[in-house]
């Protein structure tokens, strides 16, 4: 199946909660746990403040929150949310303008291998080499999905640092792995 990456609209809140819940708890479970994942979700995917940041990235150019729908449905702008399998937040980074950060890329663990994360990937890309020269991201270590994603795609490591996942309560220190790609 083909995919399309478009810009999502506040109403996908929820369905971007729900990709996220299903891609974390098979990403992370085994070195996080399922109720360190559950915690996290709730914290980081808090529903309005989901629908703030997708509608501001639909104000700006140098953002995007996009979902991944199947490509040639010509009903899938009116169902986005029935339909979507994934989804990707990026933007310019507030510290390094060239710079953006890809915030966010998962999909739904059924569709892995499947082009989804490729899409978003590309559209991400697409979308921002007009405002920023390189993309920027972090992935846990352990995330072996993701960091196999991320290098079969031409990004280079370029730092490994430790993160407290932000002051959400867990297993303490992990190890992130940091990646560039040039635009």
């Keep these: 199946m083909d995919w399309i990456a478009r810009q999502a609209t506040p109403?996908?809140?929820?369905?971007?909660r729900e990709?996220?819940?299903?891609?974390?708890?098979?990403?992370?479970?085994?070195?996080?746990?399922s109720a360190q994942v559950e915690r996290m979700i709730d914290e980081w995917y808090a529903l309005d403040e989901l629908e703030e940041s997708i509608a501001t990235a639909s104000d700006r150019d140098d953002?995007?929150?996009?979902?991944?729908v199947p490509a040639g449905d010509a009903h899938a702008s009116d169902?986005?949310?029935?339909?979507?399998?994934?989804?990707?937040?990026?933007?310019?980074?507030?510290?390094?303008?060239?710079?953006?950060?890809?915030?966010?890329?998962?999909?739904?663990?059924?569709?892995?291998?499947?082009?989804?994360g490729t899409a978003l990937l590309e559209?991400?890309?697409?979308?921002?080499?007009a405002t920023c020269e390189r993309l920027r991201l972090t992935v846990l270590a352990d995330n072996d999905v993701g960091v196999s994603f991320y290098?079969?795609?031409?990004?280079?490591r370029v730092a490994t640092q430790v993160?407290?996942?932000?002051?959400?309560?867990?297993?303490?220190?992990?190890?992130?792995?940091?990646?560039?790609?040039?635009l």
């Design 151 to 156: 290098e079969s795609r031409g990004f280079d």
């Design 63 to 68: 953002e995007r929150f996009l979902l991944a």
């Design 79 to 116: 169902r986005e949310t029935a339909d979507a399998v994934g989804f990707a937040h990026a933007g310019s980074h507030p510290d390094e303008p060239p710079v953006a950060s890809l915030a966010r890329l998962y999909a739904r663990p059924p569709v892995w291998g499947e082009g989804v």
């Design 19 to 33: 990709i996220a819940r299903e891609s974390w708890h098979a990403a992370y479970d085994e070195f996080l746990g």
């Design 163 to 182: 993160s407290d996942l932000e002051g959400v309560d867990g297993p303490g220190e992990l190890e992130e792995f940091v990646y560039e790609k040039q």
């Design 123 to 129: 559209r991400v890309e697409a979308d921002l080499r």
């Design 11 to 16: 109403t996908a809140a929820p369905t971007v």
